[in-house]
């Protein structure tokens, strides 16, 4: 018989307790969500009250069916931190307990909560909105943004966006990402795994795509963030774009559009074709994915005449020649157009790796700082991090210089002491005379021995 679940350990409980005393809870920003700040750096982060998804559904005690028994007794909470972990995807922080909270029913009540990254500049789906438009700019100043008759919002932003959303999903699709190397002062790829799982997003759109206020003046545009990975399907499917020990799983990553579908299902409708807008039986793909990016990017490039989620339903359903129209139409640089192009048509058959749409989109991305008015005056935060890389290493620079020079010092100094007390001393005819007085004394005394020694032996 299966031994009943009773929940934490008292030394897990124990450690979730104390994590939790490294934060403070300043304001609920909405019910069951808390802003909190981390003592040791005064980080911002939300905190959420996940008593009641970690629990079964109605009931005060967990069981072997509820989410705390697989967090818990299945080690999952480590791998998800681990996935969850990138700088354009809304990160998982950590997880507390605080016992007694003001919401419990009970004084010895445990309350659990999962604190993750905070987004404080809103989300893309707020910038939809037809009476005001507002561009997460800075923490100060708040720019309304230009509405030109021929495009809706700048390029800079939509670039900064596809970036930051392609690069966040090849991690979640590849296992791939590319991190700067404090040592080099270069951007360098590293991948998490020989034999990494597809990873799905499934939600791709606006309201889930969020901003962050820049952590200096001079950066034009804070983090870009793809958050919200309720319907996130971890495939079990190898693709071997890393080139593991596992070889790549038969066929494509498949899943259902919404909620959990068997694969025997979904397979009979794997060679359906990829239709856009997506049909009700259509499998999701890494393909769908691609779609809902291209979907957000042309929503970014045409004028909304409408609330901000009827928008992106205009933009999907209008129809193939409709939509090459307005797209032709649309004016922004033929780099950025080519790519929304492609991310619309592409097909499972000419599936690559995600990383490298997300590196032809940087290397657009460079071409137009390059070549673009706008372009040009932008201040990125990979730019930031480059200047900050660059200091940090003259700092160290410097430091090992002056620490050689002053190790250098030292050394001649010690060689100096050295030099002083092996030199003989300086002549002194007095000290002289008196060395030799003992001397001859020394030597007298020793013959006087040697001669009284010969007299007894004879």
């Not at 959303?165 to 700067?180: P, Q, T, V």
């Not at 951007?187 to 998490?192: G, I, K, Q």
């Not at 060395?435 to 004879?458: G, K, M, P, S, W």
């Amino acid at each position: 018989m299966e031994e009943p679940y009773h929940g934490l350990s008292k030394r897990a409980a124990s450690e979730l307790s104390r994590q939790a005393s490294k934060y403070d809870f300043t304001s609920e920003v909405s019910p069951g969500i808390w802003k909190v700040v981390r003592k040791s750096d005064r980080a911002h982060y939300l905190a959420r009250d996940v008593s009641p998804w970690l629990l079964d559904h109605g009931s005060d005690t967990p069981s072997h069916t509820s989410l705390l028994w697989l967090l818990d007794n299945q080690r999952m909470i480590e791998p998800v931190m681990a996935v969850l972990n990138h700088e354009n995807l809304v990160n998982f922080i950590d997880w507390v307990q605080l016992i007694g909270w003001k919401d419990s029913k009970h004084p010895e009540q445990v309350t659990h909560f999962f604190i993750y990254d905070y987004c404080n500049a809103g989300t893309l789906e707020n910038l939809f909105q037809t009476e005001m438009r507002i561009m997460p700019s800075s923490n100060e100043a708040r720019l309304e943004v230009p509405i030109e008759h021929d495009r809706f919002l700048p390029e800079s932003l939509c670039w900064h966006v596809l970036c930051s959303i392609l690069k966040g999903l090849a991690w979640l699709h590849d296992g791939i990402r590319e991190d700067l190397n404090p040592n080099t002062n270069e951007y360098e790829v590293f991948d998490a795994g020989l034999d990494w799982q597809t990873i799905l997003h499934r939600d791709i759109a606006p309201a889930n795509i969020f901003f962050c206020h820049p952590h200096t003046m001079t950066v034009t545009y804070g983090q870009c963030k793809l958050g919200n990975l309720s319907k996130a399907f971890v495939s079990g499917h190898v693709n071997g774009v890393l080139g593991g020990r596992v070889p790549p799983g038969p066929g494509k990553v498949l899943a259902g559009r919404d909620d959990f579908e068997t694969q025997e299902k979904l397979r009979m409708n794997k060679d359906m074709p990829m239709y856009h807008p997506p049909q009700f039986d259509q499998p999701y793909t890494i393909i769908s994915e691609y779609r809902s990016v291209g979907d957000i990017l042309m929503g970014m490039m045409v004028k909304p005449h409408m609330a901000a989620i009827k928008h992106m339903e205009y933009i999907r359903d209008r129809s193939e020649e409709a939509w090459n129209q307005t797209f032709s139409e649309a004016n922004y640089s033929a780099d950025l157009k080519d790519l929304v192009w492609e991310l619309m048509s592409r097909t499972e058959l000419g599936h690559q790796a995600t990383f490298e749409l997300y590196l032809r989109a940087k290397e657009g991305f460079q071409n137009f700082r390059e070549t673009d008015r706008d372009g040009k005056a932008m201040v990125t935060i990979e730019d930031v991090q480059v200047k900050h890389a660059e200091a940090e290493a003259e700092r160290k620079a410097s430091e090992t210089e002056l620490t050689g020079r002053r190790n250098e010092q030292l050394v001649k100094e010690d060689l100096k002491v050295r030099d002083e007390e092996l030199e003989p001393p300086c002549p002194n005819p007095t000290r002289e005379k008196l060395l030799q007085e003992i001397a001859e004394l020394c030597q007298t005394t020793v013959e006087r021995y040697e001669r009284r020694n010969h007299q007894l032996e004879a």
